[in-house]
């Protein structure tokens, strides 16, 4: 029986599957697609479901969930399946004595949706250490590995793999240094945390440890009882832009290849939208997370459609004071801003 999507995203939303199938190998992952497509079969590919929005409806094709494994560490190279938990990975590579994704600590998902999003935190970037990528690519039928340089990394999590349904990532490796120390701390307010200077390092064990703190205390390491993590985290991207409007001009940038890059948290808080918004919106089962602005958060029974009106009333009003359109950084399936909320379907109501 297929599940529901609602029980394969960390939103928690999502109505079923019209077929479902796991891919516990990678040749397995490669064939289930491939018969698909041989099909004409819509697919959907969900990692660990955390950035990702599906509709209410669900999606009317194969539903395949990536669950496939294995680790290797040879030297100072770290070789992951795209099905092995991230956080995983990343204690892997510390206890073997490789230093380098401490500051990628406690961000959910898996291996291989980190060169999607180019995944970044505290300083770090998944393009900083990537050294392969092996992929599938669904128009030639061809098993791929690619170097760094044809992912399309450079402007903010951006890469040729993010909306685009052409390549499939199998396998990620990464060149790391042997130490047990971290490279140096950039990051302000994990130095500060730290009690370190900007620039120094300190044990990376210790980074790990202090990152995951500050991740939990903004709500973003996952727990089933704490509904700020019942999100995608950042649902909104930081805007970049070719000339900020005037009545931005307070707001923090930051450069990019592309233009000039702004926060979108201080957007949406400096537009009236405070952490927990959203209590008195609508039914009060979507708000901001209570611990920052950047969230958008199920607080229990919400549907899709209510997300995505709710998403789009914090991007009008964001608009409307700064003149600066905010978009999703999250990837949107059957689903789109501007909707108007339909009735509850019964089996989303006790999800």
Same mark, same amino acid.
């Given at each position: ?28 992952? &490669? ?22 929005? &599906? ?34 990975? &990343? ?43 092996? &992929? ?216």
């Amino acid at each position: 029986m297929s599940p529901l999507l609602s029980e394969l995203t960390t939103m928690r939303l999502g109505g079923p599957a019209a077929a479902y199938a796991v891919a516990t190998t990678t040749d397995e992952l &490669v064939a289930l697609v491939r018969d698909a497509d041989h099909r004409s079969q819509p697919v959907l590919l969900i990692g660990g479901g955390s950035n990702l929005v &599906v509709g209410d409806a669900g999606f009317d094709g194969l539903v395949v969930r990536i669950a496939t494994d294995g680790i290797t560490i040879d030297n100072d190279t770290l070789t992951l399946a795209a099905g092995v938990h991230w956080d995983t990975a &990343v204690a892997a590579s510390l206890d073997a004595g490789l230093s380098g994704l401490e500051p990628l600590s406690g961000i959910p998902g898996l291996a291989g949706g980190t060169p999607i999003q180019n995944v970044g935190a505290y300083g770090a970037l998944t393009s900083d250490y990537l050294q392969t990528v092996t &992929v599938y690519d669904r128009d030639c039928g061809r098993v791929e590995t690619w170097g760094p340089e044809q992912c399309g990394f450079g402007s903010h999590r951006q890469s040729v793999f993010k909306h685009s349904q052409r390549y499939i990532v199998l396998e990620v490796s990464f060149r790391l240094t042997r130490d047990r120390a971290s490279r140096p701390i950039t990051y302000d307010r994990l130095a500060t945390m730290m009690d370190l200077p900007p620039g120094a390092s300190a044990p990376a064990e210790a980074v790990r440890a202090a990152v995951l703190q500050l991740r939990a205390e903004r709500g973003m390491v996952l727990d089933p009882a704490d509904h700020d993590t019942w999100s995608v985290g950042s649902f909104f991207i930081n805007p970049v832009l070719r000339e900020v409007p005037g009545q931005a001009a307070a707001c923090p940038q930051y450069p990019d290849p592309e233009g000039t890059k702004l926060s979108a948290a201080w957007l949406i808080q400096n537009a009236g939208f405070a952490p927990g918004y959203g209590q008195d919106w609508g039914r009060g089962t979507v708000t901001l997370s209570t611990k920052h602005t950047l969230a958008v958060t199920n607080r229990g029974g919400a549907t899709t459609a209510e997300v995505m009106s709710f998403a789009a009333h914090i991007r009008d009003g964001v608009q409307q004071v700064f003149g600066v359109s905010l978009g999703p950084e999250c990837d949107l399936v059957n689903c789109r801003f501007d909707e108007t909320p339909d009735p509850i379907p019964d089996t989303l109501t006790h999800r």
